[in-house]
């Protein structure tokens, strides 16, 4: 495919505000694609690959400025100068590329594969004069690119397409694209056909093709579920199509999308949801798997990011201390104190997220692993067994001793007895706790009442934190001026339609230091418009990529004309007296959801009838 029919695509893509649209443009994108169907996903999400295998070309900002400079004839100080005006990289480079002062000398079609291959290239060039290496390949693309090729060749290194396609929406589009052999068969047609039997004939046409791509893009999905490589399916299905989806199964090196837990607000309401349930204490660290395969160890984040090198410490525990020859376990890793027998707090536990003075920081804030999970053992698929089978497995599989432990549990149908273990977590410095139904699989990637957490409670009625992606901030005013950013404009996210809906502004909760760093990060994500899939109806000074997430603490929820979360009858949700906590290691797609604020709020309004005289 060449590049120059790529860049089209983007460019309607970031044209439409339409998700239907969207999905449509996308799916001819994939479809016209065919064997560069790999690439083309991980270009239009500004990855070299797979999250996993962490590769980036590793050119910043000034590079960049400096190969824009070299392929267009203006000097550096000039587009240093636009960039500071239009916010964009990507925009410079077009611009810039419309008006060369120097054509190059040497020019040629630019496909996909040559655009792709040249930024792997830079991404595995280290050492001395890499970064002029770097610089010629990349103003080698911008020479033979066309202005909107530019725009887009620019975009890559930062990670920031701008094109506000999401991982659900290029499930949505594939399963398009895959329909029509999953309905050639009579299994699924039949399967289709009894779930429709209420439907009017004139509807039946429109409601099957919307139930067979609903149960294709399930299908889809619960592969991604434990192979999160979009590239890798999308090149399966192209290759063999849906009987290349069947062969993916799950494997150590490859992370599979953690659980998620529901909420409730109270000890009586989650043993009346699940009766007898194992009950483990929650940690406020890093949520970590580790994958073991012989003597190879590598551990990754909630967010699939490949974080191994900055956990030595937990390597050596998991080499030494876990039985089996291959596993995939979960847990959560926290700086501990060992002679008090508690855990540091978590400003002390982010310390270890570092590239550099790795083994300094092991040796300062040693972390413990509490581990509560296994989902792969010796060979085997251990998701779908039931979670008391799977605990007993695992510890069987798990030499404990400071490094590494089970997480602390107790089974109960008592409520009193749940209140009193949720207690002495707290008072031992933990964040509560998270009830589990005994015979449930492990859901990847889904949040279902399999698991129920309840978390210290905050003064006023709301009694959990949320965790929300910011979609905008506002320019400081007075003190906050220095910073450039005063506020937050924040939003849940609304699963159905695979969008952010705005909840609040934040003003508050946030440090010097983290007003700094919010600005520092919030800049590099700017939108000129409201992304694609944001759904707001108040405008910040500065749109942002939903992609931090933060935790925040409320008062209450309240209803608001203002803000689109879950909105009906002219009323969304909103936050009364809003509060930043944290950043949190999260995708935006694992914020809040608009349901479970919903549910909050019914909750709230049911313990507010309680309490009543």
Not at 206 to 222: C, S, T
Request: net charge positive; with cysteine.
């Amino acid at each position: 495919m060449q590049f120059s029919e790529l860049a089209e695509y983007f460019h309607k893509i970031e044209s439409v505000s339409s998700r239907l649209e969207m999905m449509a443009i996308l799916s001819e994108m994939l479809k016209k694609s065919g064997k560069d169907v790999k690439k083309t996903i991980y270009i239009s999400q500004g990855i070299l690959g797979p999250g996993h295998e962490a590769l980036e070309a590793g050119i910043g900002e000034g590079l960049l400025e400096a190969g824009i400079a070299k392929a267009s004839g203006y000097p550096k100080d000039e587009v240093k100068k636009l960039y500071k005006q239009l916010g964009d990289l990507g925009e410079v480079a077009q611009k810039l590329s419309k008006n060369k002062k120097q054509q190059s000398l040497f020019s040629e079609k630019l496909s996909v594969q040559k655009v792709f291959g040249n930024f792997v290239k830079m991404a595995a060039t280290e050492g001395r004069g890499s970064q002029e290496t770097k610089l010629g390949a990349f103003s080698e693309l911008l020479n033979s690119a066309s202005p909107l090729e530019a725009k887009y060749i620019a975009r890559i290194p930062l990670g920031n397409m701008r094109l506000g396609v999401g991982d659900p929406t290029i499930m949505d589009a594939l399963a398009l694209n895959y329909v029509d052999e999953f309905t050639r068969s009579k299994k699924i047609r039949a399967q289709i056909e009894s779930a429709m039997k209420e439907k009017k004939d004139e509807k039946r046409k429109e409601e099957f093709a919307r139930k067979a791509r609903q149960l294709l893009r399930e299908k889809i999905e619960a592969k991604y579920n434990i192979h999160s490589d979009l590239g890798e399916i999308a090149e399966r299905l192209a290759e063999k199509g849906l009987a290349g989806l069947e062969e993916i199964s799950m494997k150590p090196g490859s992370p599979i999308r953690p659980t998620l837990a529901e909420r409730l607000p109270s000890a009586e309401q989650i043993i009346e949801k699940l009766g007898k349930c194992i009950v483990e204490a929650k940690y406020d660290g890093f949520r970590v798997q580790v994958h073991k395969k012989g003597n190879d160890v590598a551990i990754y984040s909630r967010q699939s990011e490949n974080v191994t090198h900055m956990f030595p410490d937990l390597v050596d525990a998991v080499r030494e201390r876990v039985r089996a020859k291959d596993a995939i376990i979960e847990g959560e890793a926290l700086a501990y104190n060992s002679v008090t027998q508690q855990p540091l707090p978590f400003q002390v536990t982010i310390q270890r997220k570092r590239k550099y003075n790795v083994e300094k920081m092991a040796e300062e804030f040693p972390l413990r692993l509490f581990v509560f999970d296994v989902m792969y053992l010796d060979g085997k698929n251990t998701m779908n067994l039931p979670f008391i089978e799977r605990r007993k497995k695992l510890e069987g599989a798990i030499s404990q001793n400071e490094k590494i432990a089970l997480t602390d549990a107790i089974e109960t149908n008592d409520p009193k007895k749940l209140e009193e273990f949720f207690l002495a977590s707290i008072e031992n410095g933990l964040e509560g706790i998270i009830a589990k139904d005994p015979a449930a699989p492990y859901i990847a990637g889904a949040r279902k009442y399999a698991w129920i957490k309840l978390k210290r409670s905050y003064k006023g009625e709301l009694n959990d934190s949320v965790d929300l992606a910011i979609i905008g901030y506002y320019k400081g005013r007075g003190k906050r001026t220095k910073f450039g950013l005063g506020g937050l404009l924040c939003a849940a996210y609304n699963e159905q339609e695979d969008s952010f809906q705005s909840i609040t502004k934040i003003g508050t909760g946030m440090s010097e230091q983290i007003l700094a760093e919010l600005e520092e990060k919030l800049s590099a994500t700017s939108e000129k418009e409201k992304p694609a899939r944001v759904d707001s109806g108040l405008s910040p000074d500065i749109w942002v990529k939903p992609f931090y997430v933060i935790e925040v603490v409320a008062d209450e929820i309240t209803r608001s004309p203002t803000h689109t979360a879950g909105k009906t009858g002219g009323q969304g949700y909103a936050l009364r007296f809003p509060r930043m906590i944290k950043f949190r290691e999260k995708k935006p797609e694992e914020a809040t959801t608009v349901a479970e604020i919903e549910q909050m709020y019914r909750n709230q309004k049911s313990v507010a009838l309680e309490e009543k005289p």
